[in-house]
Structure formats: structure tokens, C-alpha cells
């Protein structure tokens, strides 16, 4: 993905910040569920499904959401050097992972640290620690 870091304005990103935050509050104020996206996903699997109406709703205003905000604004150029097989494996390791750690940012880093869960602490430290180890490897050692 390539964007503009020149062209970053705290403004949008604050903004961005506040509507994950109020979708996250507003779910669990109408709905007494958490935001983590794993969850949600997983439980719109015909296996597994539970609920399904206000998660395939979540799950829809995700993926409408680029559509809408390019009518106020330009989308940035995506694109990726990486090959397709490889997007496609790096997704599913993200899904075990999200799996094994008993959730994924969203959940754990938006809303379980909202609500001062040590669990969703331990989890994010856990998360950015990979995460920075990963780029450390992948950038500067091989």
C-alpha cells in the first residue's frame, strides 16, 4: 500500500479514532457485544452461526465503508509487492492467530482495553511485540 504520509492530517486520523470508538460503544451499549472482529466473523460461519442479522450487518458496513468514504474524499493506491498466494497464507495465519489469542486487535486493543481487561493488555502487548519483531526480520535481517 502506498500512501502520502506528507499529506497525513491528525484531524482525520482523530476522526477515524473517534468512529471506531463510537461503534465500539455503541454495540455494546445496543447490543452488549464486543467489536472484535474475529468474533463476529467467526460467528457468521454456517458452523457457528449465532446471531447472524447485526453481525452480517457489522460485517456489510465494513466492507460498504471504502465506498462511502470515497465520496468525500480520495481513496489511497493500494497495492502490495507481495504475491497473491502469499496475501492469501499471511490471512490465514492471521485467522489462527486471532483464534489462538482468544481474539484480535479490535477486541482486544479497542475494547477490552476500555474496560481495563489484563487479559486484552497482555493480548496487545503480545500483538505489537510480533508485530515489531516481524518487521525487524522481514525488513532489516533478511
Same mark, same amino acid.
Given at each position: 500500500m502506498s500512501l502520502n504520509l506528507s499529506a497525513f492530517t491528525p484531524l482525520s486520523a482523530l476522526a477515524g479514532g473517534a468512529l471506531i470508538g463510537l461503534a465500539a460503544v455503541l454495540l455494546v /451499549?445496543?447490543?452488549g457485544r464486543i467489536a472484535g472482529i474475529s468474533?463476529? #466473523?467467526a460467528a457468521l460461519l454456517p458452523s457457528r452461526l449465532q446471531g447472524g442479522a447485526w453481525r452480517l450487518a457489522f460485517v456489510l458496513g465494513l466492507l460498504a465503508a471504502p465506498w462511502l468514504y470515497q465520496w468525500f474524499a480520495p481513496l489511497p493506491a493500494a497495492g502490495s &509487492?507481495?504475491? %497473491? &498466494? /502469499? /496475501?492469501?497464507?499471511a490471512g490465514l495465519l492471521v485467522g489462527f492467530g486471532t483464534r489462538l489469542? %482468544?481474539?484480535?486487535? %479490535?477486541?482486544?486493543? #479497542?475494547?477490552? $482495553?476500555s474496560r481495563?481487561? /489484563?487479559r486484552s493488555l497482555v493480548a496487545t502487548l503480545v500483538?505489537?511485540?510480533?508485530g515489531f519483531?516481524?518487521?525487524l526480520v522481514v525488513?532489516? $535481517?533478511l
Amino acid at each position: 500500500m502506498s500512501l502520502n504520509l506528507s499529506a497525513f492530517t491528525p484531524l482525520s486520523a482523530l476522526a477515524g479514532g473517534a468512529l471506531i470508538g463510537l461503534a465500539a460503544v455503541l454495540l455494546v /451499549l445496543f447490543n452488549g457485544r464486543i467489536a472484535g472482529i474475529s468474533g463476529i #466473523v467467526a460467528a457468521l460461519l454456517p458452523s457457528r452461526l449465532q446471531g447472524g442479522a447485526w453481525r452480517l450487518a457489522f460485517v456489510l458496513g465494513l466492507l460498504a465503508a471504502p465506498w462511502l468514504y470515497q465520496w468525500f474524499a480520495p481513496l489511497p493506491a493500494a497495492g502490495s &509487492p507481495a504475491a %497473491s &498466494p /502469499l /496475501l492469501v497464507l499471511a490471512g490465514l495465519l492471521v485467522g489462527f492467530g486471532t483464534r489462538l489469542g %482468544s481474539g484480535c486487535t %479490535s477486541g482486544h486493543g #479497542v475494547c477490552g $482495553l476500555s474496560r481495563l481487561s /489484563l487479559r486484552s493488555l497482555v493480548a496487545t502487548l503480545v500483538f505489537m511485540a510480533t508485530g515489531f519483531a516481524t518487521v525487524l526480520v522481514v525488513r532489516h $535481517l533478511l
